[in-house]
């Protein structure tokens, strides 16, 4: 009876170790996958707001793109050789990234002067709803549309898992990912004091 009752007692022990470990494997990235999974109709995953900053010894290749912008023209990574270079991933029907339009259009407008360009990459929105966007909250810099483009989408996968918009990339001058804002940027500040220490960066 008693070597029943230790067998019963170690088998609930190994159960409740299980238990905690499993429990110490979950996070933010679960949190992402079951957002993913349930498929409830909203489009995109949250990001946590996290900023990821890189610094230049551990950059790494400049990310090279074409695509064709919302007006229908070419651009392409060149058209920014020598220049810091944000990249915001959004589309029309994502809460958060109509929620940090007007903070990337004023970081934009603040920073541009200097030097920086920003360029959006719409995921889903045909040039309709995308220029209607743009006109809605005041987007002055141009998009591109990766919906049916897979080579433009395949430019950035290493960076941009496209389930997970909003995230914005700055570049530095020589293109490389120099910051990454997962999911709303929800600090004009923050943003911009990045992209002017990529500005004064000298290599």
Do not use: H
């Not at 946590?48 to 090279?64: C, H, K, L, M, N």
């Not at 695509?67 to 229908?72: E, H, K, R, Y």
């Not at 919906?147 to 941009?160: E, G, I, V």
């Amino acid at each position: 009876m008693r070597r029943s009752t230790t067998a019963k007692l170690a088998a609930s022990l190994v159960a409740l170790a299980l238990a905690v470990g499993l429990a110490g494997c979950s996070g933010a990235n679960d949190d992402l996958a079951n957002q993913y999974k349930q498929g409830d109709g909203k489009g995109y995953i949250s990001g946590d707001g996290s900023v990821q900053e890189i610094a230049p010894e551990d950059r790494t290749a400049a990310v090279a793109f074409t695509g064709t912008a919302v007006d229908g023209s070419t651009v392409t990574s060149a058209d920014y050789a020598g220049r810091v270079l944000v990249l915001n991933f959004w589309y029309a029907g994502c809460g958060p990234c109509r929620a940090e339009a007007p903070t990337l259009e004023n970081t934009f407008q603040s920073v541009e002067p200097a030097g920086a360009a920003f360029l959006g990459v719409n995921i889903y929105d045909g040039p309709e709803a995308a220029t209607a966007f743009e006109q809605t909250y005041g987007i002055s810099y141009p998009s591109l549309l990766a919906k049916d483009d897979a080579d433009l989408k395949l430019a950035f996968a290493s960076w941009t898992p496209l389930q997970s918009v909003p995230i914005t990339l700055v570049l530095d001058k020589q293109g490389r990912v120099a910051a990454r804002f997962v999911g709303r940027v929800e600090s004009e500040s923050i943003l911009k004091t990045i992209v002017n220490d990529a500005l004064s960066e000298t290599s």
